[in-house]
T-cell receptor, first 111, second 116 residues
């Protein structure tokens, strides 16, 4: 089965603290994973994708195939990081690509 | 701004009614995807169109249908609306036709549908 699990609905940290948003996936093929962010009242924006291996806004994520995880990390949280974060798995099915999303984690960064 | 536009922003209607949501993809993108975001189901893939042709269906009800026009804009039609259809409906666009290497999907701002 194709599934993305984000176990935490809410993660509250203080400014300057490290952040780790957890994401685990289930997929029989070769996974391609994304993190999307949704700031309050705004559209979903791509934060990063694992094949790019780039750091956006200080966030990084490493694909761990052994643990089937793609956790999002940032060493020092900022208040402007407060948002909803979604992990997504790309599924290739013949004629289409579609994204399977996790349920999201709300990150709240306290001053 | 990702360049994907959706209208209307908000829609309030009654049960049993029919509505049409509109999406314009980014310039040059040929694929349009529709997703439904609800409190209980999260973000769910509904349907994918490429250059006017339906490519795949996800968890889309029979009461829902979509199409993509020659100018590449897409419409999602929801009929016989029920209270449970209240949700945020997103469209996303991408350049490729799908089925191979994943290209980035860029999302629109969404249409919030409220069924009373």
């Amino acid at each position: 089965a194709q599934r993305v699990t984000q176990p935490e609905k809410l993660l509250s940290v203080f400014k300057g603290a490290p952040v780790e948003l957890k994401c685990n996936y289930s997929y029989s093929g070769s996974p391609e994973l994304f993190w999307y962010v949704q700031y309050s009242r705004q559209r979903l924006q791509l934060l990063l994708r694992h094949i790019s291996r780039e750091s956006i806004k200080g966030f990084t994520a490493d694909l761990n195939k052994g643990e089937t995880s793609f956790h999002l990390k940032k060493p020092f949280a900022q208040e402007e990081d407060s948002a909803m974060y979604y992990c997504a798995l790309a599924v290739y099915g013949g004629a289409t690509n579609k994204l399977i999303f996790g349920t999201g984690t709300l990150l709240a960064v306290q001053p | 701004d990702s360049g994907v536009t959706q209208t209307p922003k908000h829609l309030i209607t009654a049960t049993g009614q029919r509505v049409t949501l509109r999406c314009s993809p980014r310039s040059g993108d040929l694929s349009v995807y529709w997703y439904q975001q609800s409190l209980d189901q999260g973000l769910q893939f509904l349907i994918h169109y490429y250059n006017g042709e339906e490519r795949a269906k996800g968890n889309i009800l029979e009461r829902f249908s979509a199409q993509q026009f020659p100018d590449l804009h897409s419409e999602l039609n929801l009929s016989s609306l029920e209270l449970g259809d209240s949700a945020l409906y997103f469209c996303a666009s991408s350049a490729l036709r799908g089925g191979g290497h994943m290209d980035t999907q860029y999302f629109g701002p969404g249409t919030r549908l409220t069924v009373l």
